[in-house]
């Protein structure tokens, strides 16, 4: 019997059919499920050497970041501290002023005063440079008992801006009395601000 080619076709085309389903799900399935996570999982591992030099960089930013922070509040502590000797324009003008009162107060009496203002050299200059800090020096002979003397030191010692005391000499009046007489040097710092004029 002769053998239909046109009946083995439709059962080949029955079976391609039967078949094409199952071969487009699997392909769109591969190309939906399976293809996007290994695109994912091959572009992790190009990935994955970057990110642990990121890691490495910001582990290195945060120690530096944290030595900067540490050198920040040490350096605002300094600061603070060295605020606190240092006078305004307007607080040294008081202080000044406020000496003799102090001698006073102390139960002194002031024999000579003497008051030097040092500026900055380079201030001097270059007009467009502002002076930071001057320096006041104050020469005092003050005249009392010792105990009046160191009254009077203490009260300097406890005012809030600091002065520092550069030399005190101490020698007796005459021998027949209780009278000191100490000759100090004092220095007050002082800070301009930029574009304040100067006296």
């Known amino acids: 019997m002769p053998i239909d080619r046109n009946h083995e076709s439709t059962g080949s085309a029955k079976r391609a059919l039967t078949v094409a389903p199952f071969v487009i799900g699997a392909v769109a399935l591969y190309n939906w499920a399976i293809s996007p996570h ?7 591992h190009r990935l994955e ?15 530096t970041l944290e030595q900067k922070r540490s050198l ?10 060295v605020r606190e000797g240092v006078h305004a324009r307007q607080q040294a003008k008081v202080f000044v002023h406020d000496l003799q009162a102090l001698v006073g107060k102390a139960g002194c009496v002031t024999t000579a005063a003497d ?23 104050a020469d005092l002979t003050i005249q009392g008992r010792y105990d009046q003397i160191v009254a009077f030191l203490q009260m300097v010692r406890e005012r809030p801006q600091k ?16 009278q000191l007489e100490c000759r100090l040097g004092l220095t007050i710092y002082i800070a301009v601000q930029p574009g304040e004029l100067h006296p």
């Open 38 to 44: 290994v695109g994912y999982l091959r572009a992790m």
């Open 163 to 178: 002065a520092w005391i550069d030399s005190c000499q101490i020698e007796l009046v005459d021998s027949g009395s209780d």
């Open 49 to 63: 050497p970057v990110m642990d030099r990121m890691a490495e960089e910001i582990n290195a930013v945060g120690e």
């Open 115 to 137: 008051f030097a203002r040092d500026q900055d050299a380079n201030g001097r200059d270059d007009p467009n440079i502002p002076v930071a800090v001057e320096v006041l020096h």
């Open 72 to 81: 920040l509040r040490s350096l605002r502590a300094e600061l603070a501290t």
